[in-house]
């Protein structure tokens, strides 16, 4: 198989449904529950857009005779990186930027991992050679496997929020964190739970390593890494209340469509197959997996693009309702939407340097740069709630009055037409626009992205302490150094008369 149709997705899905809860409720199937069929038709939407005829050259790519979507390519050289960096942002704008876990960047870290793989070989649990506990070997097929069957993941890195000052083994019970119970022929058996795991609605899970396990030991029964099926026996998915409530897209225009899903997953003895296991009990490789196979680099260079994406749809709908309601010509409203060009220039900026400066790492794949791309992750969940909050301000009152389709259509239609329409445009027209700018500031659809933004690539405080620590500040102190030691000459120069 290769690159597949929506229609492919919806069927894998509905086959081998994860077993996700809602609500009390057991989702027999998610492509036809309420709470979930629409986003499964919108990711059925996406892989859609690979067999576009004027898209497939730009989003799929072709090895061994198979077209496979770009995402999995490893790319060789900077022109490869610019072919990614367009088809994420052409991905992007299917959502305006509001998918944060299209499969895009889950497709990103198994190229690296995959790519990167003799990384996991190191483990001192892996035995190179044996058919089924060779990690480098199992990390390598698994690229494959996913790639070749175009599977959509979710991934979940990060333990309950039970009692962050202390280490998993020092919870109430060793078996909160998602722990190894025992091995067994077939593989590992493991118990616990993992507090997020956004668009469960999935073919696959990939447990990667806690972002950093605070282990004191070398060796953890918390330190892993495997991917399963999301219908592996004993794996449930709660997932959060749903923000698709089944309303018109006309109302809730991301809402209805673009709900992912977010579910804490619970591993009730799950028996994870020695050919899906990648990392076991080493904290040190656990830690540093991330960034010694580069995947944040790729999965971060995916997410500069998607950023850009949602940044230019902020940008479109300020100055959209800037026209429709003639408020162009006051100066801080200029300014405003010129806060919003401010930010999409630097992440452009940032973006094109990570290009620019791309190099290939160890294992040959021509990796964007770091630093860019560091400054990129800590830059925008910082500035980013300033968006949803530019909007409020220059729709005020708009984004809160705005009759619903029902109401358009119903009894005082003809009132809101008249007292409703824009000076550059139809109630209907203006309404659509404000109900967008709504669900992209207000809304609880909003308030989820404004949280999702804030913390998706980690917690933002220990980002920027990872910061401080990999940034190499030296030759800046050291010419501080050399200019608060200058001499300069001070003699007067003799005056000319
Ligand atoms: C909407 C959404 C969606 C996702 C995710 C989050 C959200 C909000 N995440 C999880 C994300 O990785 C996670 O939120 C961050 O890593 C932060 O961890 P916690 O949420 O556990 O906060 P945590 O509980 O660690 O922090 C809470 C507060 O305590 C502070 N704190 C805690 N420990 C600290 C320490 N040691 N030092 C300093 N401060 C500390 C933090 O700074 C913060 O203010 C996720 N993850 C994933 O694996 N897959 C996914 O798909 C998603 N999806
Ligand atoms: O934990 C990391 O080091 C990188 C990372 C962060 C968020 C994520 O979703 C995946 C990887």
Redesign the pocket.
Known sequence: MAAITGQQFLDRLQTHPPTLYIDGERIADPTTHPSTRNMCQSLAGLYDLQHQPDLRDALTYEENGERHAISFMPPRSKEDLRRIAEAHRIRANYSLGFLGRAPDYMNA?VMAAGMGADYFGQCEASRPGSERRDFAANMRRYYEFVRDNDLCLT?A?TNPQVNRAKQASEMPDPYIALGVVEETEEGVVVRGARMMATLPIADEILVFPS?VLKENADKSRYAMGFGIPTNTPGLSFQCREPIDVGRDPEDHPLGSRFDEQDAFVIFDDVLVPWERVFLLYDVELANKA??GTDA?LH?AYQVVNLKIAKTEAFLGTAQSIVDAIGSGQFQHVQSKVAEIIVMLEIMKGLEAAALADAEPNRYGVMTPARGPLDAARNYYPANHARLPELLQLLGASGIIMMPSKADREGPLGEQIAKYLQAGRATAEERLKLFRLAWDMSMSSFAGRQTLYERY???DPVRMHSALYEVFDKQPYVERIQAFLKREDKREAVAADD
């Open positions: 870290n991934h890195l972002t991330y960034a944040v999965m998706f690539f980690g």
